[in-house]
Nanobody
Framework: QVQLAESGGGLVQAGGSLRLSCAASGRSFSTYATGWFRQAPGKEREFVAA????????DYVDSVKGRFTISRDNAKNTVYLQMNTLRPEDTAVYYC?????????????????WGQGTQVTVSS
């Protein structure tokens, strides 16, 4: 079992940056694949970024490539999403997710654990 808690969301102007954190409880978090998803009002949850369990492979939705970076600090049991050059269309609740011993996962149903989400609002 692992519990996830996101933080770092907030209000930022277009062109600005935020770094989201996802802190995990429990041991062996280094064996978990992780992902970030987002959900805007009235829309379905959308894949944003993912990393396999080893940390060696990452994947991004096209709309954030070159602007967002997923990373992990195993010593801190924390996954990050660095978001640069933010746009108003990035506004959403951002969720992190995890699944043990998995490769890169883009589909939400394959993740076993989820955080509660953190709001990101980008003003124009």
């Amino acid at each position: 079992q692992v519990q996830l808690a996101e933080s770092g969301g907030g209000l930022v102007q277009a062109g600005g940056s935020l770094r989201l954190s996802c802190a995990a409880s429990g041991r062996s978090f280094s064996t978990y694949a992780t992902g970030w998803f987002r959900q805007a009002p009235g829309k379905e949850r959308e894949f944003v970024a993912a990393m396999d369990w080893s940390g060696g492979t990452t994947d991004y939705v096209d709309s954030v490539k070159g602007r967002f970076t997923i990373s992990r600090d195993n010593a801190k049991n924390t996954v990050y999403l660095q978001m640069n050059t933010l746009r108003p269309e990035d506004t959403a609740v951002y969720y992190c997710a995890a699944r043990r011993w998995a490769s890169v996962i883009r589909t939400s149903v394959e993740y076993a654990y989820w955080g509660q989400g953190t709001q990101v609002t980008v003003s124009s």
